[in-house]
Nanobody, 122 residues
Framework: QVQLVESGGGSVQAGGSLRLSCVVS?????????MAWFRQAPGKEREGVAC???????TYRDSVQGRFTISQDTAKKIVYLQMNSLKPEDTAMYYC???????????????RGQGTQVIVSS
């Protein structure tokens, strides 16, 4: 069983910052698998936001490049998403996710948490 628990969401004004955390536990070889943050806004499809692989290389969707930073504490099995200069269009439910067989970006949305809500007001 694999569990992911996200936290850190909230409501902020445009230009503000939030730091999301995702704690991973269970039967998964954490250091070998890629980890990613996805988001889904009401009425829209889920989209990959940021991804990190085992050697620390990262990938970002264009709209968050330069504003968001994904990082991880491998020893603690925690993935972070630092979000700066937030915009109203960043409003969504954010999920961290991984897959047992994915080592590249983006992993399949196989194991994911319950999500954490981010609301950015103008």
């Amino acid at each position: 069983q694999v569990q992911l628990v996200e936290s850190g969401g909230g409501s902020v004004q445009a230009g503000g910052s939030l730091r999301l955390s995702c704690v991973v536990s269970g039967d998964i070889y954490y250091s070998r698998n890629s980890m990613a943050w996805f988001r889904q806004a009401p009425g829209k499809e889920r989209e990959g936001v940021a991804c990190i692989i085992s050697d620390g290389r990262t990938t970002y969707r264009d709209s968050v490049q330069g504003r968001f930073t994904i990082s991880q504490d491998t020893a603690k099995k925690i993935v972070y998403l630092q979000m700066n200069s937030l915009k109203p269009e960043d409003t969504a439910m954010y999920y961290c996710a991984t897959d047992r067989f994915s080592s590249g970006c983006y992993p399949q949305f196989t194991f994911r948490g319950q999500g954490t809500q981010v609301i950015v007001s103008s």
